[in-house]
């Protein structure tokens, strides 16, 4: 007569969720969640993750996609932003700026536009000139 009550899902359980967009699918608008996001359909809009976003060989990207980690397969026409690692894969093709703080690159993956890598081991005093500074660049980077 009696039921369990239901047991509430802790905010780790729901972080480590992982949502998958399949090859079929067309989704027109932003994506955000907490959790992996795998997309091998196509998204027009931004996609949002705190957690880890894999584009699959067979996926369409227009638009940014801004994540912890990420794995690129297939086409992103947009900034791709890493708060750590981006993986690009021999398939990958990416038209747009990158920022990450680890770049990963097969050979055969392809992208248009800048890259930035933020790094905090690598500082500059500003009173050192101009050619000691971009030697001291170079030898860090």
């Known amino acids: 007569m009696f039921s369990k009550p239901e047991e ?12 998958v967009i399949s090859r079929e699918t067309h989704i027109t608008g932003d994506i955000t969640a907490q959790g992996n ?17 894999v584009i699959g060989d067979s ?26 690692l981006l ?22 993956a392809v992208f248009n536009g800048k890259c930035q890598m933020n790094s905090n081991s690598l500082t500059v005093s500003k009173s050192e000139d101009k050619e000691e500074s971009g030697k001291k660049q170079f030898a860090a980077g």
């Open 8 to 19: 509430k899902k802790s905010v780790v359980d729901m972080v480590n969720s992982s949502n």
């Open 37 to 53: 996001i795998r997309i091998e359909g196509t998204v027009d809009g931004m996609v949002k993750s705190t957690s880890k976003v």
């Open 59 to 84: 996926s369409t990207i227009k638009g940014n996609i801004v994540s912890a980690e990420a794995e690129i397969s297939g086409k992103v026409e947009g900034e791709v932003v890493c708060s750590d």
């Open 87 to 108: 993986f690009l894969k021999k398939t990958a093709f990416i038209n747009g700026n990158i920022t990450t703080q680890k770049l990963v690159v097969e050979n055969g």
